[in-house]
């Protein structure tokens, strides 16, 4: 069965940076949409970044743009998110999913869990001075 698994999270300065990975198994990932969602405390989940399988398309939340860059790494069959700048809004639990529409609808208006395929469980980034 398909396994999402993200990692890389922490906490971080405002201003600082990381990167997140999302690393499949049971898939090739090549051949899957990616899309990054976040949660934070008593907020409804929302998309941040969406990669697509055919061209390669990428797509970012506004608040993010300019900020975050989303790319796939096929050898290690993993999809990354770099954040860069990081504000203390940024701070959430992120996921990631895969999109059976090819990134098509985004961003979606309200995340609904079961239009994507798969979940993975999350890691927490905290952007803090």
């Known amino acids: 069965q398909v396994q999402l698994v993200e990692s890389g999270g922490g906490l971080v300065q405002p201003g600082g940076s990381l990167r997140l990975s999302c690393e499949a198994s049971?898939?090739?990932?090549?051949?899957?949409?990616i899309g990054w969602f976040r949660q934070a405390p008593g907020k409804e989940r929302e998309g941040v970044s969406c990669?697509?399988?055919?061209?390669?398309?990428?797509y970012y939340l506004d608040s993010v743009k300019g900020r975050f860059t989303v790319s796939r790494d096929n050898a290690r069959n993993t999809v990354y998110l770099q954040m860069n700048s990081l504000k203390p809004e940024d701070t959430a639990v992120y996921y990631c999913?895969?999109?059976?529409?090819?990134?098509?609808?985004?961003?979606?208006?309200?995340?609904?869990?079961?239009?994507?395929?798969?979940w993975g469980q999350g890691t927490q980034v905290t952007v803090s001075s």
């Open positions: 999913a895969s999109d059976p529409r090819d990134c098509r609808l985004w961003p979606p208006r309200r995340v609904k869990s079961y239009e994507y395929d798969y």
């Open positions: 990669i697509s399988s055919s061209i390669r398309s990428t």
């Open positions: 049971g898939i090739t990932l090549d051949y899957y949409a």
